[in-house]
Structure formats: C-alpha cells, structure tokens
C-alpha cells in the first residue's frame, strides 16, 4: 500500500494552495463578513464567494480521484467541500456517480426534470421562476437545491434517508440562526456569496456541452438512440476558457474550462490541464468558444433556456456562438 498523501508528486503544493485557500476563505471571509466595516466585508463577500467556487471545483478533483491516493481519503475530501458549498444534503457517492455516468454515458443525466415539472406546475409558478430567471436569479438551480433536501420526505423510496437529512438540516439551520444572532449583516452576505457560487457554476457549465439530456432514474441505462463514441464526445464538448490571452486566468475556475482535455483524460488532475490541451489541440483548437464570447447567449436565452427542447446550436471553428442556449439543471453539486 503506498503511503504517499498525494497522489501526483507534482500534485502536492497546487493541492496544498487550493485546499489553504478554500478553507481560509470560507473562515476568513465569514469573520470578515461579520466584524469588517462595510467596504472589508463586501470585499470579503467576493472572497468568500470564490473560497465556494473553488471548494465546488476541489469536489469535482475529489470525485474523479486526482488528489489524494487513497480513495477514502479522496472522499473524506469531496465530503468536505460538500459541507462548505451547502451541497451536503446529497450523499457523497450518489453526487460521484451521477458525475461518473456524464463522463460515462457521454450525456447529461439529470436528477430532476425541471421542465416537466415547470409545464406541470401552476401558471403563477411557472411564470414567477421565468421571472426570477429573468432577474438572473437562479432559481432553477435553487429548485434543485431544494428537491435534494426535500426528497427523503416526499419520495416513499427514500424514507430511510429521513434521519440523516434531519439530522443535516438541524446542523446547518442553527449555524444559520447562530450566526444571524452574531451577524444579520454575515447571514445576508452569506446569501448573496452562495447565489454568485451557484450562478458562476451554472453559467460555466452550461455552455461545457451539447449532450443529449435525461431525466432518468438512478441506475436506469441512457437511451441507446445514437453512438456516442469518443468522436462524439470531443465533438459535443467545448473549452469555454476565461482567457486565451492569459491562461492563468482559468485557475479561478481551478481550469475547469479545459473541458475537452478533462473529457479526454478525466483523471489528470487539475494544475496539469493547460498543459494537456496544448499537447492534444495545438494553440489553435477547433472546440475552443472563450467565455467573453459566451456572456451574450448567456443573457439573450437566460429565460428560454429554462424550457428549451436542446442546448442550441454552435459552430466554434467559425466563432459563432449566438445560438448555443445552453444548459440548465446539470449541476455536478446535485444528486438524487
């Protein structure tokens, strides 16, 4: 058994910063939230915001198994950062191995249809969640949130997971309450940091693919209505890297942007993905959109995404990107 912490050599220190930084982050921007003068404390809302955006990313590094060598060590992790970035209502091996099946399956696979349950939902629902979405409030992901935490009581099949959703939200509802008793200021800033996390995750992942998407039960195979071979993949996955001009950029996303290196190699850890896309695509690769050319669709089809059939249509070799819809509820931070 190899007693190595790391399961990369080179891994070590990036693991090392970007472990320090989530958790300084998310104590020292709290604390910051709560006792800084205004100016301080917003500025420690943008930190603690990004503290969220990384720790939602190392989850990402923990399930795929690129940090540690152990894998109970790996999960003890993911556990983690579930637990920071509120997603710990879901159980860690379910989270996994829904992401599993997106690499796997080479298709979204969804923990709930929201369209289905939109078009079934009274008119005023309907219409007042197209309008949050329309404030670029994310409500649809808000709604996934929650159906994560409300399954136990609502899904017979799941009843048995009463006890530990109970149990979860009894933790984090009094450190809720306990730090609105310390800080009305902190827990409103708390909100407001959660909601850029969420909405930066979504707005990265949804233009990451144009899969085929599936509400489907656990366990339950993809249709099998196309080959969806390597070429599929590559061809229906794009890099929507921050910057091209400046590649360090991409590490506030912990290079999560380089989508198709990751889909190629799912198993090479984060600080070695530039790299990689270098070695595969050459400087100038076909599945590239970068994100500033993304921002546009991302506003234009903000409430048309909600309800849209498919993820649009793009043509990256020629920069086009208008029509990419993008897509919505494929959060890797929901399972159920």
Not at 152 to 157: I, Q, V
Not at 294 to 299: A, E, G, I, K, T
Request: proline content about 6%.
């Amino acid at each position: 058994m190899s007693t190595r912490l790391f399961r990369h050599p080179d891994g070590a220190l990036p693991n090392t910063l970007a472990l320090a930084y989530s958790l300084s982050g998310y104590a020292g921007g709290l604390w910051l939230m709560a006792t800084a003068s205004w100016p301080l404390a917003l500025a420690a809302t943008l930190w603690f915001a990004h503290a969220l955006i990384v720790s939602a990313y190392l989850f990402h590094e923990f399930a795929h198994g690129t940090v540690f060598t152990q894998p109970e060590a790996n999960t003890r992790g993911g556990v983690l950062m579930t637990w920071l970035t509120g997603s710990c209502y879901a159980r860690y091996d379910h989270l996994r191995r829904k992401h599993m099946r997106h690499h796997v399956d080479r298709a979204d696979v969804i923990s709930l249809d929201t369209k289905a349950l939109l078009q079934a939902s009274p008119v005023w629902v309907r219409r007042a969640v197209l309008a949050l979405e329309w404030a670029y409030v994310p409500a649809v992901e808000l709604l996934m949130h929650a159906y994560v935490v409300a399954r136990p009581f609502l899904d017979p099949t799941r009843h048995g997971e009463r006890g530990r959703a109970v149990a979860i939200l009894a933790v984090r509802g009094s450190a809720f309450a306990a730090l609105g008793l310390v800080s009305p200021r902190a827990l409103l800033l708390y909100a407001v940091a959660y909601l850029a996390m969420v909405t930066v995750l979504r707005f990265a992942d949804a233009f990451q693919h144009t899969y085929d998407a599936y509400a489907i039960p656990d366990g339950d195979p993809v249709p099998a209505d196309r080959l969806r071979d390597k070429a599929y993949e590559q061809a229906n996955t794009y890099s929507n890297l921050a910057s091209l001009r400046w590649p360090w950029i991409n590490l506030l996303l912990l290079n999560f942007p380089y989508h198709n290196a990751h889909h190629d190699r799912p198993t090479a850890p984060w600080y070695r993905l530039p790299a990689l896309h270098r070695e595969l695509y050459g400087e100038h690769p076909r599945q590239v959109i970068p994100m500033a050319r993304l921002l546009l669709p991302f506003h234009r089809h903000r409430v048309t995404r909600v309800q849209a059939e498919d993820y649009g249509e793009v043509d990256p070799g020629s920069g086009q990107a208008a029509a990419f819809v993008g897509a919505v509820s494929v959060s890797f931070l929901t399972a159920t």
